[in-house]
């Protein structure tokens, strides 16, 4: 039988895993070095940092992150010690597209925007800029991607070009090297570039911005409108930008209920297919019934099915709430305590609408999401 670690926020660890061997759940963010020598297994979310500190004294022989981003495993030392790891790539897609239009949904002129001519700028094409991307298209907006590692098909792929968007989402990860390095893509010069007229989110790694060269840009005249997911440092964020941002929330874009557990399952597997070892199908069907006007526009019709399920205004309003409680010496915990007992939150994907007719917009937004269009007079 296996030791596993695991860490206790990755949805259904133990009944998941249990088949595998001994599960222990523990603290991620605090996690040590003397906690995983006995491991065989360890499982972790992005506030662990996995490399040789963490593993060099332990009996490690798989790592699964229940994450897209890596920016906090040490590759080229898992690939040097042999030790095979596994992502959750994908697995918090819809969930973080799903935040960006309830962003969106937030600041309605720009979503009129967008359904009247302006354009939406996507940084990054992969699992998430590559979904938001199709979902905009889908819905009939513009939309410019920049990607300088993949090809980007029919989009167009400058950075500046999609910089001068009326909404940007940042969607690339964080690195620091190479000859792309996405470690303050958004520095001082390039904010200085976005006006008031523009839209930015970033719902992908806080250090993709420079969050001081933010904050100065934030407090000039003609600044952009500005949401946050990800911030530089988390837990100790950069506390002065929060109330210079429109929305401040504590990297849960992906932290649907739906994600986590799609994730947890993508470890599982991870780890069944390295021991050889076969596993049972877990379903995902999606059991939420929504109500839908039909006299709508597409884009109050958009508003009107995000909102429905879930509010950023609402996560924007805990957050703020908990950094003004929090004691001057708590550090960054009011900030994991945020994330640890975030609200459960389903996603769109799936789901059943009940409409008096159909109509072309909500055809297109059945189309977009997957959704489950029942006539309420049968």
Known sequence: MLNIVADQNIPLAGELFRPFG????VDGRGLAAAQIREADVLLVRSVTRVDECL???????????????????????????????????????????????AAMCSQPSFLEKLFTGG???????????????????????DVGVYDPFVDCGSYTNDLQQVL???????????????????KHLLNKSRLETLGDRQLLINAARGGVIDNAALLDRLQQPNAPVVVLDCWENEPSIHQQLVPMVSIATPHIAGYSYDSKIRGSVMLRDALAKHLACQTIDVSFDN??????????SLALSLANLVTNIYRVDADDARFRRALAEA???????WFDDLRRNYPTRRELLGAKVSVDAR???????AQCFKLQLIDRSS
């Open 164 to 182: 001068d968007s009326d909404v940007i989402s940042l969607h690339c990860e964080l690195t620091d090297h190479g000859r792309f390095p996405s």
């Open 287 to 296: 059991d939420l019934c929504l109500n839908l006007d039909n006299t709508l």
């Open 55 to 101: 593993l060099s004294e332990s009996k490690v022989q798989f790592v699964g992150s229940a994450t897209s981003g890596y920016d906090h495993l040490d590759l080229a030392y898992l690939q040097r010690c042999k030790i095979p790891y596994a992502l959750a790539s994908g697995a918090n897609a819809e969930s973080v597209v799903e935040y960006v239009l």
């Open 359 to 365: 109509t072309d917009s909500l055809e297109r937004l």
């Open 119 to 141: 354009k939406l700028g996507v940084v990054g094409y992969g699992h998430v800029g590559r979904r938001l991307a199709e979902v905009a298209t889908c819905l009939g907006m």
């Open 327 to 333: 004691d001057s010496e708590s550090g960054g915990r």
């Open 22 to 25: 001994n599960v222990t759940l």
